[in-house]
């Protein structure tokens, strides 16, 4: 099985609350692990990947962070969100075949 | 940088209508190509992927050929149904850069109306 599992599926939060989305990946071990971002008339932006526990790239400096504390775990987190972290947060691996996303968190920052 | 273009929706067809979603890319060397959908609140499913030049991907009727000398990977249906509504993303991998990573670069995303 190549399932990755998100939660929440929906979130409203306000402005400078924290924030922690998780993703947890079913399937073989050590996979890579991406975290994107879907924002109204953005297309799908990449934030973070990683390719182990521990190991974690940015793509573009924002205030939110990431982090692998296991395996098939990887965590999306701000300390303060913004009006402008709203939208859909999807996280996928990549397999032989292409990448499988996860059912992705909608973000609602109020 | 590497970029994706796919032609701005929305795009609204009529049951039974042909398909055409364009998709251009620039890449320094041989990227695999990819269109995944996206049904309304769902996370991406890959539709169909390319990994060479002339390469064609076929899926659910969908089909998309990698051609190199136009650098573009179009997606196509002969008959389209109101279940395909959708929003559709064409993509590219950089797996070609070498490492253990292969990060997507995604078009716009073009969001399709199929009206009965």
């Known amino acids: 099985s190549q399932t990755i599992h998100q939660w929440p599926a929906t979130l409203v939060q306000p402005v400078g609350s924290p924030l922690s989305l998780e993703c947890t990946v079913e399937?073989?071990?050590?996979?890579?692990l991406y975290w994107y971002r879907q924002a109204a008339g953005r297309g799908l932006q990449l934030l973070f990947y990683?390719?182990?526990?521990?190991?974690i790239s940015s793509e573009v400096p924002q205030n939110l962070s990431a982090s692998r504390p296991q395996d098939r775990q990887f965590i999306l987190s701000s300390k303060k969100l913004l009006l402008s972290d709203s939208g859909f947060y999807l996280c996928?691996?990549?397999?032989?075949?292409?990448?499988?996303f996860g059912s992705g968190t909608r973000l609602t920052v109020v | 940088g590497d970029s994706v273009t796919q032609m701005e929706g929305p795009v609204t067809l009529s049951e039974e209508a042909f398909l055409t979603i364009n998709c251009t890319y620039t890449a320094t060397g041989y990227p695999s190509l990819f269109w995944y959908v996206q049904y309304p609140g769902e996370g991406l499913q890959l539709l169909l992927k390319a990994t060479k030049a002339d390469d064609k991907g076929s899926n659910k009727g969908f089909e998309a050929t990698y051609r190199k000398e136009t650098t573009s990977f179009h997606l196509e249906k002969g008959s389209v149904q109101v279940s395909d509504s959708a929003v559709y993303f064409c993509a590219l991998s950089d797996r070609y850069r070498g490492g253990s990573q292969g990060n997507l670069i995604f078009g716009k995303g073009t969001k399709l109306s199929v009206k009965p």
């Open positions: 990683s390719v182990g526990i521990g190991q």
């Open positions: 399937g073989t071990s050590n996979p890579n």
């Open positions: 996928a691996r990549d397999t032989y075949y292409g990448y499988t």
